[in-house]
Structure formats: structure tokens, C-alpha cells
């Protein structure tokens, strides 16, 4: 297992602060990765404390296996949205840090970077799936513009998509990321300043690939059901496109919605404070400066109310 390759957990201590309120409860760790948050969560727990870790990628699976021997902590091979298997109101605490990590962008052979040539697969679980090569090699135009664009928030999606269709009816289908960068490169028709052409499409296609988007959804509604009263629910994300899901998410749940069709004397809340002292913080200058990587993250905190489950 090669671990040469570091992974500098993003927004690390307001993370841990925000979600370790009691040192010998039950805690969740939705993406596990190269191990940073755990370890920091673990740091904070006592020795009743239990630490519970998921994560899609077999590689990160093997690191901590390896590298964490701790009775407290578990890790499962599972995307977090299987959280809702756990039973309602045992958890203390959840946090998702949304994203690729470093060692996955930095391999070439997972296929997840335009900056390296590799295989394009761009799977997080590289034992199940569809890569993005074996997508590509046979999707409709349409499709694959709608991906790009509603993923990417790519303007020119459509010439992106007919591109790749028109090259793989020419010499047949894409294998590599330089490839496809390349032929994305020839699409864009203007370019934005400090950033690669290809950005907005390798995000879109690697969403797709690992159905993103729907597994935020997924876990952030069972976080609803698992975490206890008083539990937090701790979410980092790095777009607009996760980061709108979680906004939205903290927002409908922390406001009462009134029954209207009742008489305004009579009108008794129709949907419950699921979650209240919502928060959002930003990572400070000093941490950008250390580790570019983490300019665009956001982590947005709740506390699940003391409201009976919706």
C-alpha cells in the first residue's frame, strides 16, 4: 500500500470542535479517507467513546486498517448513506467531508485527475460500478451534455458532449484522462483565469460516476434519524453544487412551517425544528496559505433538536 502521498484534512480542528460535545459518546465519521478527522476525533474521546468510520474507496479501507488499532474505532467498506441502517437516536455525531481526497486526485491510476494521465475511471470504489470510460463509451449526447452542465455548470456542454461522441464514432472509445482533457480543451471556446478547461467536466463526469449528490441526500436524512437530541450534524463541502444541498438541507430544518389551512388563532406548526444553532465557517487565511486545496471548503454545523422524528 503505497501511503507516500499525504492528505491534509481540511478545516481539521473547528471540525472536531464543533462536533465532540460528549467525550465517551457515539460518533460517526461518513468519509474517512487518509484518516485526519478520526484521528482527531479519537484524540477527543474517552475510553467509553466510540468512533464509527465508512468509506467507498478500498485503498482508504486498507489505511486504516493499518494504520489505526484502537478498540474505539471501526471502519466499514460502505458510502455514508448506509447510516441508515444504524438504529434511531444512537449517535452523538456525524461528520461528512464531502470530496475527493488528495491521494485519489494525485494518483494517476484512478483516473480522477486532467493533470495526470491515467486510466479514466474516476470510481471512488474501484471493486464496484461503472468508470467513467466505460459511461462515455456508450452514452447518448444528450445525456452527457446534461451531466456536464448540471454537474459542471459548464456552458458548453453541449459541444463537450458532441465532441466526445463524435471522436468515439471516429477512433473509437475514450481510455485515458489525458484524452479526455484534450478533447475538452478543444471544446471550451473561451477560457476562465487559473482554471484548467477540463475542471468543470472531470467534476461532472466523477459526480456522476459516484452518484454524489444522491448519497449526500441519502445521509443527510438519516443523519435526521440517527443522530440524538442535542447530536451534531457537522457537513464540509468544497462546490456549490454539495454545498447548496447542505444549505438547503440545515435551512428547511430549522424553521417551523405553519398549517395554513388552519384559522390564524389555530394555526399550529405543521413541521417541526428538526434541527436548530445552525453555523457556517470558512477556512481562515493562514489555512488557505498552508494548503490551497481547502480555499473553496465550507463546513456547516446543526444540532439536532429536542423535536420528535418528523
Same mark, same amino acid.
Given at each position: 500500500?503505497?501511503?507516500?502521498?499525504?492528505?491534509?484534512?481540511?478545516?481539521?480542528?473547528?471540525?472536531?470542535?464543533?462536533?465532540?460535545?460528549?467525550?465517551?459518546?457515539?460518533?460517526?465519521?461518513?468519509?474517512?479517507?487518509?484518516?485526519?478527522?478520526?484521528?482527531?476525533?479519537?484524540?477527543?474521546?474517552?475510553?467509553?467513546?466510540?468512533?464509527?468510520?465508512?468509506?467507498?474507496?478500498?485503498?482508504?479501507?486498507?489505511?486504516?486498517?493499518?494504520?489505526? +488499532?484502537?478498540?474505539?474505532? =471501526?471502519?466499514?467498506? *460502505?458510502?455514508? /448513506?448506509?447510516?441508515?441502517? $444504524?438504529?434511531?437516536?444512537? &449517535?452523538?455525531?456525524?461528520?461528512?467531508?464531502?470530496?475527493?481526497?488528495?491521494?485519489?486526485?494525485?494518483?494517476?491510476?484512478?483516473?480522477?485527475?486532467?493533470?495526470?494521465?491515467?486510466?479514466?475511471?474516476?470510481?471512488?470504489?474501484?471493486?464496484?460500478?461503472?468508470?467513467?470510460?466505460?459511461?462515455?463509451?456508450?452514452?447518448?449526447?444528450?445525456?452527457?451534455?446534461?451531466?456536464?452542465?448540471?454537474?459542471?455548470?459548464?456552458?458548453?456542454?453541449?459541444?463537450?458532449?458532441?465532441?466526445?461522441?463524435?471522436?468515439?464514432?471516429?477512433?473509437?472509445?475514450?481510455?485515458?484522462?489525458?484524452?479526455?482533457?484534450?478533447?475538452?480543451?478543444?471544446?471550451?471556446?473561451?477560457?476562465?483565469?487559473?482554471?484548467?478547461?477540463?475542471?468543470?467536466?472531470?467534476?461532472?463526469?466523477?459526480?456522476?460516476? +459516484?452518484?454524489?449528490?444522491? =448519497?449526500?441526500?441519502? *445521509?443527510?436524512? /438519516?443523519?435526521?434519524?440517527? $443522530?440524538?437530541?442535542?447530536? &451534531?450534524?457537522?457537513?464540509?463541502?468544497?462546490?456549490?453544487?454539495?454545498?447548496?444541498?447542505?444549505?438547503?438541507?440545515?435551512?428547511?430544518?430549522?424553521?417551523?412551517?405553519?398549517?395554513?389551512?388552519?384559522?390564524?388563532?389555530?394555526?399550529?406548526?405543521?413541521?417541526?425544528?428538526?434541527?436548530?444553532?445552525?453555523?457556517?465557517?470558512?477556512?481562515?487565511?493562514?489555512?488557505?496559505?498552508?494548503?490551497?486545496?481547502?480555499?473553496?471548503?465550507?463546513?456547516?454545523?446543526?444540532?439536532?433538536?429536542?423535536?420528535?422524528?418528523?
Amino acid at each position: 500500500m503505497d501511503t507516500s502521498q499525504t492528505h491534509i484534512s481540511v478545516l481539521l480542528q473547528e471540525a472536531v470542535a464543533a462536533l465532540v460535545h460528549d467525550r465517551d459518546g457515539c460518533y460517526v465519521d461518513g468519509t474517512f479517507g487518509r484518516g485526519g478527522h478520526s484521528q482527531a476525533i479519537l484524540a477527543q474521546l474517552g475510553p467509553q467513546g466510540l468512533l464509527l468510520a465508512y468509506d467507498k474507496d478500498p485503498q482508504a479501507i486498507a489505511y486504516a486498517q493499518a494504520t489505526i +488499532n484502537d478498540a474505539r474505532f =471501526e471502519i466499514r467498506h *460502505a458510502s455514508f /448513506a448506509s447510516m441508515r441502517e $444504524l438504529p434511531a437516536r444512537s &449517535v452523538d455525531g456525524i461528520l461528512l467531508d464531502l470530496g475527493v481526497s488528495s491521494p485519489q486526485i494525485d494518483t494517476p491510476q484512478r483516473g480522477f485527475s486532467f493533470r495526470h494521465d491515467g486510466p479514466l475511471d474516476m470510481r471512488m470504489d474501484t471493486t464496484r460500478g461503472q468508470s467513467a470510460a466505460d459511461w462515455l463509451a456508450t452514452a447518448e449526447a444528450q445525456q452527457i451534455a446534461e451531466v456536464i452542465r448540471d454537474y459542471g455548470e459548464e456552458r458548453f456542454a453541449a459541444s463537450i458532449a458532441k465532441a466526445i461522441v463524435a471522436r468515439r464514432q471516429e477512433r473509437g472509445r475514450l481510455s485515458s484522462t489525458s484524452e479526455l482533457a484534450q478533447l475538452v480543451a478543444g471544446a471550451v471556446k473561451t477560457r476562465e483565469p487559473g482554471q484548467d478547461p477540463a475542471t468543470r467536466t472531470f467534476q461532472a463526469i466523477r459526480i456522476f460516476v +459516484n452518484a454524489e449528490l444522491e =448519497e449526500l441526500k441519502q *445521509a443527510l436524512d /438519516a443523519a435526521l434519524l440517527t $443522530l440524538k437530541p442535542g447530536g &451534531v450534524l457537522a457537513v464540509i463541502s468544497f462546490h456549490s453544487l454539495e454545498d447548496r444541498i447542505v444549505k438547503q438541507f440545515m435551512q428547511q430544518h430549522s424553521r417551523e412551517v405553519l398549517d395554513r389551512r388552519q384559522p390564524a388563532i389555530a394555526q399550529r406548526a405543521k413541521t417541526s425544528m428538526l434541527l436548530r444553532d445552525v453555523q457556517r465557517v470558512r477556512p481562515s487565511a493562514d489555512e488557505v496559505r498552508a494548503n490551497p486545496r481547502a480555499r473553496s471548503a465550507i463546513l456547516r454545523t446543526a444540532v439536532r433538536s429536542q423535536e420528535a422524528l418528523a
